[in-house]
Every structure is written in C-alpha cells, then in structure tokens.
C-alpha cells in the first residue's frame, strides 16, 4: 500500500509538471484610437484647460453642504450597497469556480439492510446451503479526488471569473459616479429654483408697491380702472409663478433624500434654507483623450467584460482536449458494526481516470464559435464605449463653453430690462407714457432674470456634465467609510 500511495504521488507531481500548458487566446489589453488633444472650443470665463482631471471635483464649486452631502452619498446611496453586493456575489462565484481545479476530500460512513435475489447474481456465487439472503453490509471510507487543470481550463474559468469581479467593481464605479453627478444637478437645479423664487417674490414686491400708486392715483382721479385691472393682473400673474417653484423645491429636495436612502421631506428642514448657486472654478482641468480608457468606468466595464471574453473562449478550447483526474478510496467494510474497525477489514482503491472526447454531437465546436462570437462582440463593444466616451467629452465642452456665452448675453440684456423698467416708472409718474408701458417693462424684467437664474444653474449643471463624461470622482467610493471593496480591477 505505502508503494502504491508512492507511485501515485509521483505521477501526480509529474502530471501537475505538464499543468503549466494553457490553451486558448491570452487577453491583451485592447488598444483604443484617440486624438492627441481635444478640439478646439469657445473661450468662456470659465475656461477649460490641461492637466489632471480632479478625483474630487464636487469639492471645486467650494460649497460645504455640497461636499458634505456627497460624501454621506457614497456612505449611504442604496445602489451602491447592491453594486457592492454584486460584488460580494461575484466575487463568492470566483472562489466556487477556482475549487474545480484543487483536490477534493470527504468521509463516508453508510449501512445498507441487504436482500440479494437467489435467482440474481447471488445464485452464482454458490452460497453455502441454507445462506441467509439477507445481510448487514457496513462501510467506512474517505474518498479523495483531483482533477488535473493539465490544459488550463479551470484556469481559464477562473480568469473568465476574476474578469466578471472586475467589471462588475467597475459597474459600481460607474454607478457612483451617476450618483454623485444626480445628486450635484440636483443641488445645483435646487438652488437654481431658490434664486427664481426670490426673483418672483421680488418682482411681486414690485408689482403690489405698482399697485399701490395705481390705485391711489385712481383713488384721486389721475387714473383709470384699466389702470388698476392691469396692475392687478400683473400682481396674479407673478403670484402664481409661486406655487409651480415651491412644488419643484419639494420635488428636488425628495429626489436628493432618494439618494442619500431618506424618506420624504426628512432634508427639507436641512436645504430648504435659502442659499446662493455654488460658483465655479476659473479654470477647469481635463486631462488628454488618451487618458479618459484609464478614468471612464464604462470604458474600463467593457475592457473588463472583453478579458472575460477571451478567458471563456480558453475555456471552450481547453474542452477540446483531454481530462484526467486522480481518485482514491480508503476505508472498512463489514456485514457487522465491529468489524469496521478491523484491519482485516480494509478496503481501498487507486487510479487515475482519462476522459477523451470523442464524438460530442457538433456541440465543442458550436460552444467555440459562440465564445469566440461573444469575444468579438464584446472587442465591439469596447470600440463602441471608446467611441461614445471622446464624444461625450466633445460635446459636454462645446455645451460648457457655450451655455457660459448664452449666460453673458442673457446678463447684459437683463441690465437693460432694469434700465428700461426704471425710465417706464419716471415716465410713468411724469404722465408721458401709461401703465402698460411699466407693466410690459416689469414682465420684461421678471422674464429676463429668470432666464438668467435658469442659465445661470445650467452653466453649473453643464460643469457637472463635464465632469462626469470626464469620468473622474469615483475613486472616492472606494475611500468611503463602511466601504471594505477597494480592490480595483487591473
């Protein structure tokens, strides 16, 4: 026995010597096309220039309660915890697959109450006369096998999973970047609509001390009840701009504690405090082209998805060819309880078995194709993601650049509202124009600075558009607290 456990020993060590040999495609890293600088864009005060993208770029509108709340988003966002999960999930699957190729060792203990037909193989055996049928049959065995990854298909396996880890940590970098960018839109549209309810409350303001020189100038005969009826409508028609901005305040205060995991209403009493739209920086890094494959979530999901790929088609190569697996059984057996622990009683058995395909029906090749379908699909893919990131990034400059422009001009033609608003009051009070001069100039005004608060929020959500398609910033979902999924996919 010590001879036999020897040799197979050795012929294991030899065959594991071979295991170093794995077919199927190796993965290399894909090589995506990019420009050497990004195009051309509108000069803006704002203005976008070179240099390393900001991992925190949330913190460059320098608004504490902004910062604040992205960091308990990362904490706390809901669909981060089931990315992470995910992971978990993954990552569990990865450890399951790579058991395939390590030696395998269990305990066996049975009674079976056995009756053999004395017209079966039984009668054959020429049992003594009057042999009782019936038997006891005990057994106790420890059983071992090891299937031999000599072609690399558990390797393979294990790559194929490792790669599906890694997209999926980077689906969850790519979800915390969604997440912080919603929830900066969303605090960026919040103050927005702060700023236009003040201008409305302003402008009614206006509109009621109008009111009040209308109609006291009616009141003395200077005035008609035209005058009034108008002034009157411009008073209703500014009041009831209110209603639609309170309703869209509330909305976006729920939507923020939607983020941050929080019934309705519980972060009203924290943001419904009025305060000014965060500024922006004056200059705004982004990097090279070259750069957005190493930054871009998706871009890094689809590469990873792509190694996937390939480790699959390994694996449906490696089907191809021979499997051999080692196996050992050691134990007693006995028609009585006592004799399990007899030494007579021993039982064993030894080998190795090869299994050859030969004839499966057209189905290895009909997996090979497929997987190498799938690896081609998701090169596709890759090029695609590439493809659609340089774009975004394109766009999102020219929009930046340009939404700053529409803010200037809308700026300049709001100065001259006020100015004209203020000439229509004198002439008023004068007698040489009337009250629908003054009112068209106050809905003139009115439209103008809310235009202006509107494009003004838009510059910031254009900033964050930037930002996102950039791609930089999830690398701080790695750092958050109650966060033990660092690991980064390579």
């Known amino acids: 026995m010590p001879r036999r456990l020897a040799a197979l020993a050795l012929a294991a060590s ?15 890293h894909p090589v995506a096309e990019a420009p050497p600088q990004w195009a051309e864009r509108p000069e803006a005060p704002s203005t976008t220039i070179g240099g390393e993208v900001d991992g925190r770029w949330w913190e460059t509108f320098q608004d504490p309660q902004l910062s604040a709340l992205v960091e308990r988003l990362l904490a706390q966002n809901l669909d981060l915890a089931v ?4 992971i978990q999930q993954a990552q569990a699957q990865s450890r399951v697959t790579g058991a395939q190729g390590r030696p395998q060792l269990g305990a066996q203990a049975s009674y079976a109450r056995t009756r053999r037909s004395p017209q079966g193989l039984f009668s054959q055996l020429m049992p003594a006369p009057g042999s009782n049928p019936e038997v006891n049959e005990f057994a106790d065995t420890l059983g071992a096998s090891w299937e031999l990854d000599l072609f690399g298909k558990v390797r393979r396996a294990v790559e194929a999973a490792d790669a599906r880890t890694g997209a999926l940590i980077e689906a969850r970098h790519a979800v915390a970047l969604d997440a912080v ?3 900066a839109a969303r605090y960026m549209e919040l103050r927005g ?20 020189v209308v109609e006291d100038r009616f009141a003395n005969g200077l005035g008609t009840r035209l005058d009034v009826a108008r002034a009157r409508a411009q008073v209703e028609a500014i009041s009831a701009r209110l209603p639609q901005l309170h309703s869209r305040r509330v909305q976006l205060i729920n939507a923020l504690g939607t983020l941050l995991a929080k019934p309705p209403r519980e972060l009203e009493a924290e943001l419904a405090p009025v305060r000014a739209l965060p500024g922006v920086p004056p200059t705004v890094p982004v990097g090279l082209p070259g750069e957005l494959m190493r930054r871009r979530p998706d871009i890094r999901e689809a590469e990873q998805r792509l190694h996937a790929a390939t480790a699959e088609t390994g694996v449906a190569v490696a089907a191809f060819y021979p499997s051999i697996s080692l196996g050992g059984r050691f134990g007693t057996e006995g028609f009585h309880a006592k004799n399990i622990g007899e030494w007579a009683s021993r039982a064993f058995s030894v080998g190795p078995v090869i299994s050859l395909p030969i004839f499966q029906g057209g189905r290895l090749k009909g997996t090979l194709e497929l997987r190498e379908s799938e690896q081609r699909e998701a090169a596709l893919v890759y090029q695609k993601a590439v493809v659609e990131a340089l774009n975004d990034v394109d766009n999102a400059l020219v929009s930046y650049a340009d939404i700053q422009a529409q803010r200037d001009r809308l700026a300049r033609e709001v100065a001259q509202d006020r100015t004209a608003l203020g000439a229509a009051r004198d002439m008023y009070r004068e007698g040489a124009v009337g009250l629908l001069d003054v009112t068209l100039a106050q809905a ?9 608060a509107l494009s003004e929020t838009a510059v910031r959500g254009g900033l964050v558009r930037l930002y996102k398609a950039l791609g930089g910033g999830w690398e701080a979902a790695d750092a958050a607290p109650h966060n033990n999924l660092t690991q980064k996919a390579e």
Do not use: F, H, K, M
């Not at 030899?14 to 290399?28: E, H, N, Q, W």
């Not at 990315?83 to 995910?86: D, G, K, V």
């Open 83 to 86: 990315a992470a999960e995910r």
């Open 181 to 183: 960018g919603e929830l």
């Open 444 to 452: 003139a005004l009115l439209e103008g600075e809310d235009r202006l």
């Open 14 to 28: 030899s065959l594991a010597a071979l295991s170093a040999c794995t077919v199927g495609p190796d993965y290399t």
């Open 193 to 212: 609509v702060q700023a236009r309810e003040a201008i409305a409350q302003d402008n009614l303001e206006t509109a009621q001390r109008t009111l009040t």
